[in-house]
């Protein structure tokens, strides 16, 4: 069965374009009524033009997501980065405040910034890449978040799969299936993580993919949204891709970038397959959490077919494979 978005009752369709204008304007600025919205589906994100100055980047966080504390503590983080010279984007600040609310919006400005998806191609650039992460990392392990999530397990599996199994996602034919799979998995994700109780956890971008990445000279770092307390390999894992040999060879390049800045504890290897499992539940949990957001439907048409609900399990029995690798 296919599942259609009921007429859209969502808070984000009250966010007009004339709205997005006044809440710059709110912030101190005179906008020159350019206005561009960026491809963003957790949050809603726009360029805007800027009477005689360059356009910014507005982003409205999604209401009911973050607390204000949470939020702030993830402009503090980016600004701590920024003031260490990492090149990360962070907020830009009015009469001392990043964060501003209007019309039940909460939103900060950012400046615009060029760049492409980073193709890490080759050793000097995975190189680079390390050395930056090992910084942020660096400044990460100075302090503790109060307010922001902690990396859990059965929050992104266990509660995740018992969602689309709950609110019946998962299509009646694969069901036994996939349940039979998560509980394979997720048995050895618990595993996984009971052998690296002892490492050490710190401030995280979290969601540290290549398209969180802007490449022109160097890696320009964006999108704190998930930022979390984790174990330092979840900054690293996702950047890795291609076979066994190719993965061991890209983490070679990255930890010897990393080692110049951070200590790096090679018992945390033993999570990567482990993180990338929780991904793919938790990745499938968010569009089915999002799904009344219309700008899912629209962005993500296949999610609610139930090939796609056939290749997530496939997917899974190759993840359960590679545990044994």
């Excluded at 503590?73 to 501003?100: D, M, S």
């Excluded at 174990?231 to 890209?250: C, F, K, N, T």
């Excluded at 139930?306 to 290749?311: G, I, L, N």
Aim: net charge negative; charged share 25%; aromatic share 12%.
């Amino acid at each position: 069965m296919i599942r259609v978005a009921e007429p859209s009752t969502h808070p984000y369709s009250r966010l007009t374009p004339d709205l997005v204008i006044v809440s710059v304007e709110a912030a101190g600025l005179r906008s020159d009524g350019r206005f561009l919205a960026l491809n963003s589906y957790e949050n809603r994100v726009y360029q805007v033009g800027i009477e005689g100055a360059t356009p910014l980047v507005v982003k409205f966080y999604r209401p009911g997501r973050w607390t204000t504390a949470a939020i702030l503590e993830e402009h503090e983080f980016a600004a701590e980065l920024a003031a260490a010279e990492i090149p990360v984007i962070a907020p830009l600040a009015h009469e001392r405040r990043t964060l501003f609310e209007l019309e039940g919006f909460r939103y900060a400005l950012y400046p615009r910034h060029g760049g492409r998806w980073p193709e890490l191609a080759n050793r000097e650039d995975r190189v680079r890449m390390g050395r930056f992460l090992g910084r942020i990392h660096g400044i990460g392990a100075r302090r503790e978040f109060r307010h922001r999530a902690v990396l859990d397990w059965r929050t992104m599996g266990l509660d995740s799969a018992r969602y689309l199994v709950d609110n019946d996602w998962v299509p009646s034919h694969l069901l036994p299936a996939y349940t039979t799979l998560c509980d394979d998995l997720l048995g050895l994700v618990e595993q996984r993580f009971e052998a690296a109780s002892g490492v050490r956890v710190l401030r995280l971008h979290g969601d540290c993919h290549p398209g969180n990445v802007l490449w022109t000279d160097g890696p320009h770092f964006v999108d704190l949204d998930d930022c979390m307390t984790g174990p330092a390999v979840q900054d690293l894992w996702m950047l890795l891709s291609g076979r066994s040999e190719e993965i061991a060879a890209q983490l070679r390049d990255y930890l010897e970038g990393y080692a110049e800045f951070a200590d790096f504890d090679y018992r945390e290897l033993r999570l990567v397959e482990a993180l990338r499992t929780l991904r793919q539940i938790h990745y499938a949990a968010w569009l089915a959490r999002r799904w009344e957001d219309p700008a899912f439907p629209r962005a993500f048409p296949w999610f609610s077919e139930p090939r796609y609900w056939e290749q997530h399990v496939l997917d899974l029995r190759e993840q359960l494979a590679a545990f044994d690798e």
